[in-house]
């Protein structure tokens, strides 16, 4: 499925392998090496555990059928090699306490600078609230951060938590680890990219009937592209001049569509849906269920059952004309 | 002294002549059967149920795994997708794993002490018909629950049914209630069938039966039930709860009215972690007695052994925060949990290379026992070592929640338990049933089973590797899963076939079978001193035992082992 | 392990499956009591809107005083039983079953009070809804303790109690105990703890 931009902008390299063997950005580097440890560890103790039982198998199999007239010796146990193999693995275990130890507290501890850009997650059954409360943004979706560098000043994003309904996970193996967001709690974790581009993730807690389809992407931009990003997104969209338009945005405010959906200084404060101020400069549609193309938000409207099932988008039992309309419009909000 | 007498002087009694009993029909067999209080019996049942509650959640797998062989799949809705996992999960838990363990606890127990009952046999029988009704119950949720309100049908709230998704705001309809009833009934079953075989063992034992001889399954069965008497009323609570909030408003997980979602994750783990010793035990055990006799040797350590298991069960209360490293828990707690659970590791390490020191200078027999236990160690290997790396907290932030959690679980489900469930039926088929199992039949199920197992799990751990979470009914193209989870998927049909041999060798084995006799394996424990099958009263006169092996002792009367613990 | 007394049958002793059986389900019963124990504690102070612990609780003197005294009424009973004077056993049981269907009645007015003059009800905060579970699972024991006290005291009375039932009567009595213990729990976390910490 094509998922590229429909706005302006290039189009960006999409990491779409969430490898989280290869990180791009600290706090997943961070937790690389605890689990590299553990890795090299567990591959250790499996071979020579696995050679031995291969040996005692080739060893003591049985050689012909008189074999088993005689018992072998009874050995009871022994006290000396059963210690062995205590402390060995309680050395083991040591280690790895340490390690996991410090690499918690480095990473959940880790100090944000003042200046980090603050972003508001808050989940919902299936969608992700954006907000940026410093910037005065909201979207859905797609979360829009800076790029860091390796070396020079970081440029870390900190990201707060919530949910509205039940609750959720948010997982971008390249970027972090999962943390939950959980109604009534607030949560924090914190990302800090190293290469521009799109990230994808989902929602890595069971929330419901479309836990699936609650896709996230983190587009990472150079400074200058996401500032670029963030004063468009602080404008107002400009008012359809097109007919067909005109006549959307009429059908918006007269269907139902705004008891659910915000669009900035309009009538429309619905708080239930997505805020569609800015619609059309995101990638996709109903949580990344589809590229955010006319074709497929037409369908979209006429149907959210088909693409989305059991999602909390009605079916509006909307006319062609209306479709059209709608489509026209919400084409404009960028 | 009892070990100069034959086995048949001492434990066997004539058959009692039964005038007037017409047995073989199927209104008696029915009878007999409801009405029954007999350890043995009861046994079996349990076994028997929990295997066709076997194949029931098997076939909901391999409905899953069919949805998720291709992206973008119609095969399944979102909504019955989600209630396979829920029903497949809930019933492998609480009406496979469980039963089973308890089923083989019912039979062997009395035996292997030399009682002649469980302590409370009409205790056990209500145990079997609680549990038997609390299965009935969950499936007839596909039924019922539509009912009235017309929503929902199965629970779809996933086995450990995170609040507030149970909350009346998030499901509706009566689904979740039919899950609450069913686990708070099933619990009631569990406690009272624990307890029975608690004191069975404790106040039953046959004179010279100290704890100290006790066998290993007997041990493990008492940790096991140990373990179900403290953490299962701890769901029976959560589902309490659960049932207020949902008939009579209360707030405990109500999040829009300052009740704690992260609270019901505690509550339900506090239960949840030990429940997974629950079902490990029952592999330990059977593991335990299947090694020595097919080695030839007796247990490596026994006192350490017993230690081992003690000492996971303690440690196992302790842990139950490893599932919740997600939760947002201040680092301190982490770093406790990191702790408690790696230490499970050493008892746990201890016990593989003690049966590992059993096998060696042995020698090996390989009959259909003991090559199932060693598919269990193995694959016990994998899954013992993959939670040492789920322990690990920063490795858990990215793996918690994925496939390599479900990989990880299905290797100590399937491959742990599962696999000594069918060791420990192979081994004591001939001691219920007086037939031997068919070993060519038995090597396909094992062979077949095996691969197929390791074509769908092994796969799963890199497509946590590459993010892909659990749970998800569907997945976009693009994400580099295909291929692996198509693997995955064709693996279920050696599974499938293997279960299928399975099925036929037990059936066949029956009718077919050539007769075992009462000691075909040469065992050491008191069941293979009576009858095969044993008769109701288990032994005529109570065995005296003067160690670990009696029946070793008289086999071997110039070495007993009596002389040498 | 090996002495000569374990491996002599005559001296084979095992403790007794109906005591050792109740024991147990005293276990599994704390275990219970455990979870909603912890739920309340979890929520003092947590309560979004009041009636608040201290608002409404008062100090249910003579409710507990019947409980805990009733546990020495059970042992008086007990001590009866063993001395072999029935009348004397029939005597203290029966005030035994009384004084804990008083703590009921106790519980009844309390709650009665609570629901209908200071519109406390399981749904009106976490504090109700922590506060019935925990206060009604005991008396939900208790009512069950009462049920097996009555079953006793009747076949007592009509003087059908054998000599074999000294067991049951046993467990019934470390069954009460339990129901009592519970209480000081319940007494000390819910009447003294949440009603002293303010929110």
Known sequence: MDCRATDAQPAEEIHRIADMFQPLSRPAELLLEPTRLVLLVSLGIFIVVLAVLVYVLLKFRPRSPEDHLEEPPQVYGSYNIEMAWTVIPCLIVFVLVLVSSRSIVEIQNHPMPEDALKIRLIGHQWWWEVQYPELGIMTANEIHVPVSTRDGKPNPTHLILESADVIHSFWVPQLAGKTDLIPNRINNTWIEPFKTGVYLGNCAEYCGTQHANMLLRVIVQTPEAFQKWAENQKQLPAEPQEALAMKGKSDFFDLSCISCHQIDSTPAEGVFGPDLTKFATRQTLGSGVAANTPENLRNWLLKPDALKPGCYMPDMKLSPQQLDSLVAYLQTLK | MAHDITIEENYRMPEPVRAGVETGSLTRIIQELVFTVDHKKLGLMYIAAGLLFFVLAGLLACLIRIQLAVPNNHFLPPDVFNQSFTMHGTTMVFLVGMPIAFGFANYLVPLMIGARDMAFPRLNAFGFWVFLFSGLFLY??????????????????????????????????????????????????????????????????????????????????????????????????????????????????????????????????????????????????????????????????????????????????????????????????????VTSTLLVSIPTGIKIFNWLATMYGGKLRFDLPLIFCIGFLFQFLVAGLTGVMLAVAPFDWQLSDSYFVVAHFHYVLIGGLLFTIFAGIYYWYPKAFGKMPDHTLGMWHFWLFTVGFHITFLPQHFLGFLGMPRRIYTYQADRGWDTMNLISTVGVIFQVAGILFFVFNLIYSFIRGKKSGDDPWDGWTLEWATTSPPPEYNFAKFPEVKSRRPLWDAKHPEDPDWKHE | MNSATTDNPADWKLPSARKLGILTLILAESALFTIFVVAYLFYIGKSLNGPYPSDVLEFPLLGSLALFSSSGTIFMAERCLHAGNKPGFSLWWGITAALGIYFLYFTGSEWHHLIFEKNLMIATNTFGTTFYSLVGLHAFHVIVGVVLLLGIFIAAIRGRLQPGHTEHVEAISYYWHFVDCIWIVVLGVVYILSVRFQP
């Open chain 2, 140 to 337: 007839f949720s596909y039924i019922a629950a539509p009912g009235l309100y017309a929503a929902g049908a199965a629970p779809d709230v996933g086995w450990f049914a995170y609040s507030p998704l149970t909350t009346k705001a998030f499901s509706r309809g009566h689904s979740t209630d039919y899950w609450t009833l069913s686990l708070l009934l099933g619990g009631i079953g569990s406690v009272a069938t624990a307890l029975n075989v608690l004191v069975t063992v404790f106040c039953m034992r046959c004179p010279g039966m100290t704890l100290g001889r006790l066998p290993i399954f007997v041990w493990c069965m008492v940790v096991m039930a140990f373990l179900v008497i403290l953490a299962l009323p701890c769901l029976s609570a959560c589902q309490i709860m659960i049932s207020l909030d949902r008939y009579l408003g209360a707030k405990f997980f109500d999040t829009q009215s300052g009740g704690d979602a992260v609270l019901w994750q505690h509550f339900f783990w506090i239960f949840g972690h030990p429940e997974v010793y629950i079902l490990i035990m029952p592999a330990f055990a059977i593991t335990s007695e299947v090694i020595p006799v097919f080695s030839r040797k007796p247990i490596f350590g026994y006192p350490i052994m017993v230690a081992a298991v003690v000492a996971i069960a303690f440690i196992s209360l302790g842990v139950w925060a490893h599932h919740m490293f997600t939760v947002g828990m201040v680092s301190l707690a982490n770093a406790f949990f």
